[in-house]
């Protein structure tokens, strides 16, 4: 890989499109649930799980708009540490009681996270420079 990919300042991409592409996942993995009879509360998990962390990162992002370089770096660091943190304690609580539900909810949550995650990575790379 050449350096130049990453050394050439870009745009910082808005977080709509990839956050509407993590939804689209979760709403198309409601019907495959239903279909395949698997417990919806695991689907449930999975979709709240994304949503309260893409709400979390919706309050995170504006505070890093008010504050200093090295205030919002500080703030992106706990943002980031907090949302694995949240997500690893929710599902293990659910895996300590009821495992496929935390399996469903990991599967859906994964998903919509790495399908945004994709999004979000082209946005950035195929803006201009």
Known sequence: ?????????RPVPGRLVPALG???VIVLALP????????LAGWALG??????????EAVLARLRERTDNVAASAVLAFGLSFKAIAVLAVLVAAAAT???LAVAAA???VLAYTFQLGLLLLSYFGAGR
Do not use: K, S
């Not at 495959?32 to 417990?39: G, N």
């Open 1 to 9: 890989m050449r350096a130049g990919i990453f050394a050439t300042p």
């Open 22 to 24: 993590g939804l689209l």
């Open 32 to 39: 495959v649930f239903v279909v395949a009879a698997w417990d």
């Open 47 to 56: 979709a709240v799980l994304w949503a309260g962390l893409e709400a979390a």
């Open 98 to 100: 009821q495992p496929e």
């Open 107 to 109: 599967i859906v949550y």
